[in-house]
């Protein structure tokens, strides 16, 4: 059974990378623009003395965003995940380098002492998919939870609900002593019979969020403009 559990890997769209990234870089020469280009205009415009508490100020949150996100995506960015791969050991992820940044093997999960071990978890900034609770051993503690994502570090992941069901499917295969919450087949739309992605429940899913995204959208424009 083992030698014919299949290995997957992540699949990135092209145009959803550009955009995501082009989308990083315009905040941060938008911020750039709001938090230095204006403060130093303003001390041209009105002199040292008015602009120099505001222009601190500038300057302060200006720090807090550049250097963390210089940090984080120009030195750092060999060692960020590129790649996720799952097969009959668990779930790996892999940088530029095809190094192991993380990794989550099947026989490092344990029991949660709940109903089902294996449940999802929403959160704001877990986007259309929910994370994936899961418990893992660890060193200080005897268990310790994790959740999680099928994302990559500004790369757009296109197959997130195939890796989930992949990675469910080696759960069932490999540990089956623990549960699976049958809400979890219904949040990544699979079906438990072929551990497959029914598209068409998922695409109209898809369909209706983005549907009421954009009718919100528009109801908040139309009271804007009808009460200024």
């Known amino acids: 059974m083992e030698t014919s559990f299949p290995s997957i890997k992540s699949e990135t769209s092209p145009f959803l990378t550009f955009l995501l990234k082009a989308t990083f870089f315009i905040l941060l020469i938008f911020s ?19 602009m120099f508490w505001p222009s601190v100020i500038c300057f302060g949150f200006l720090f807090l965003i550049l250097i963390p996100a210089i940090h984080y995506y120009f030195i750092k960015r060999k060692k960020l995940a590129k790649e ?6 668990g779930i790996f992820h892999y940088n530029s380098d095809q190094k192991i940044t993380e990794k989550i093997l099947y026989s490092d999960l344990c029991h ?10 929403n959160s704001r900034s877990s986007g259309i998919y929910p994370l994936l609770e899961i418990y893992v051993k660890s060193e200080k503690t005897d268990k310790q939870i994790k959740r999680l994502d099928m994302n990559l570090p ?23 002593d623990l549960k699976i919450s ?3 087949f219904s949040d990544y ?7 497959t992605v029914n598209k068409k429940v998922k695409n109209k899913s898809l369909f209706i969020i983005f549907s009421l995204a954009i009718i919100i ?4 424009f139309w009271l804007v403009f009808s009460f200024t």
């Not at 757009?156 to 759960?171: Q, S, T």
């Not at 959208?217 to 908040?220: G, H, P, T, W, Y």
Request: aromatic share 18%; charged share 20%; proline share 6%.
């Open 154 to 176: 500004l790369l757009a992941v296109n197959n997130k609900p195939v890796l989930y069901a992949h990675f469910l499917r080696g759960i069932h295969t490999f540990r089956p």
């Open 112 to 121: 949660s002492d709940r109903l089902f071990d294996i449940n999802t978890f």
């Open 32 to 50: 750039f623009a709001i938090f230095f280009i204006l403060p130093i205009y303003g001390i041209y415009k009105r002199g040292f003395k008015v």
């Open 182 to 184: 049958p809400t979890v």
């Open 84 to 89: 996720i791969i799952i097969n009959k050991d």
């Open 189 to 195: 739309y699979i079906e438990k019979e072929t551990w």
């Open 217 to 220: 959208c528009a109801l908040i």
